[in-house]
């Protein structure tokens, strides 16, 4: 089993940049793949970011593609999203997750577990 829980969203401005921090429970963190997705109202979610359980490999949405940079530190169970030059279009509710294999994926069903979400809002 593995709690995780955001924190750092808040109400920017274009152009702006914010860190989401994702705290993980458990012993298993390390071997784990993480991924960052978000989602707006009547929408689905949508895939962020993804990096595989040593942080060797990441993937991430062509609309984040440069701006936004995942990262973990496995020794203190976090998992970051660095977003840079934020526009209106990121704002959403920002969720972690973590897969059971140590390779990450865009597909939000390969995913078993959900942190509660941060909201992140960017205006003009």
């Known amino acids: 089993q593995v709690q995780l829980q955001e924190s750092g969203g808040g109400l920017m401005q274009a152009g702006d940049s914010l860190r989401l921090s994702c705290a993980a429970s458990?012993?298993?963190?390390?071997?784990?793949?993480m991924g960052w997705f978000r989602q707006t109202p009547g929408n689905r979610r949508e895939f962020v970011a993804s990096?595989?359980?040593?942080?060797?490999?990441?993937d991430y949405a062509e609309s984040v593609k440069g701006r936004f940079t995942i990262s973990r530190d496995n020794t203190k169970n976090m998992l970051f999203l660095q977003m840079n030059s934020l526009v209106p279009e990121d704002t959403a509710v920002y969720y972690c997750?973590?897969?059971?294999?140590?390779?990450?994926?865009?597909?939000?069903?390969?995913?078993?577990?959900w942190g509660q979400g941060t909201q992140v809002t960017v205006s003009s």
């Open positions: 997750a973590a897969r059971e294999f140590q390779v990450g994926s865009d597909w939000d069903a390969a995913y078993d577990f």
């Open positions: 990096i595989n359980w040593s942080g060797g490999n990441t």
């Open positions: 458990g012993r298993t963190f390390s071997s784990r793949a």
